[in-house]
């Protein structure tokens, strides 16, 4: 159902191509007026935001719209009498919302920065299919995550403060606008445990080189780890959400 929203993947295409542009600008400029040797190099840097910004609907930003209605008109009920484990079910649901856009914008995003925008391809062989191992792993964190945020609407109602608080932290600490190797000596060490570096930055840095391809088991890793242990969170969440939800008429 999803992959039949061109006009809005369009529409996307052209909002993410324009911010694109402007994030590319100001790096050029921060990189022309430095003489301090950067951990990225520019063309790196530039591969990194075009990326960012083929991928962002795979970053894990906002909640599921649909369960925002049934949780907050009580068609929620009908979720439960289905003959499915619910969470896999709004993980599933999280699975098509995230890759569905995606693939609409992400192949037309890369045809346009690689031809006219500087985006290079792959660092090697190696770190393509490394890049494409840690996508993978990105995505089913993210789903991880954004399971929790549909989850957590069992008690909000409204999605407005998750709405507001969980972009600018996925955002940041996933390096969706600045590179995290970019980022003061002092964090370093807190951002790679993070789970959010495992959304975008550490695919990102394989692709163009910066992290080598040989590391990519400990990118996995991360990524399984962080995983494993949202799965487990959200469905202790999810097993107490509904053992305690009153929905009203019907």
Same mark, same amino acid.
């Given at each position: 159902m999803l992959l039949q929203y061109r006009a809005a993947a369009v529409a996307g295409f052209g909002t993410q191509l324009f911010w694109g542009l402007?994030?590319?600008? @100001? /790096?050029? %400029? &921060? /990189?022309?007026s430095t003489t301090v040797r950067q951990p990225m190099e520019l063309g790196q840097v530039v591969t990194y935001v075009w990326l960012g910004q083929s991928f962002l609907a795979m970053l894990p930003w906002n909640v599921d719209s649909e369960i925002? =209605?049934? $949780?907050?008109q009580g068609a929620v009920a009908y979720e439960l009498l #289905?003959? $499915? +484990? !619910? &969470?896999? !079910?709004? /993980?599933?649901r999280a699975v098509a919302t995230r890759t569905a856009p995606t693939l !609409?914008?992400?192949a037309p995003m890369f045809i346009t920065a690689m031809l006219f925008f500087g985006m290079q391809p792959p660092d090697s062989i190696a770190s393509g299919f490394a890049w494409a191992a840690a996508m993978i792993g990105a995505l089913m964190l993210g789903c991880a995550i954004s399971?929790? !945020?549909? @989850?957590? *609407? *069992?008690?909000?109602i409204s999605s407005e403060g998750v709405s507001r608080i969980v972009p600018a932290l996925v955002l940041i600490f996933s390096g969706g606008i600045i590179p995290l190797p970019l980022f003061p000596d002092w964090a370093q060490q807190t951002l790679r445990v993070l789970p959010f570096a495992g959304l %975008? +930055? &550490?695919p990102y840095r394989l692709y163009v080189g910066n992290i080598p391809p040989d590391r990519v088991l400990f990118v996995l890793a991360h990524q399984v780890a962080w995983t494993i242990a949202f799965v487990a969170l959200g469905r202790a969440i999810l097993?107490? =959400? $509904? #053992?305690?939800?009153?929905?009203? =008429?019907g």
């Open positions: 402007i994030m590319v600008m @100001i /790096y050029e %400029a &921060f /990189y022309r925002r =209605g049934m $949780v907050r #289905r003959p $499915v +484990d !619910l &969470f896999n !079910l709004w /993980y599933s !609409l914008r992400s399971t929790i !945020l549909n @989850i957590s *609407l *069992l008690w909000t %975008a +930055d &550490f097993s107490r =959400g $509904v #053992r305690i939800m009153v929905v009203q =008429g």
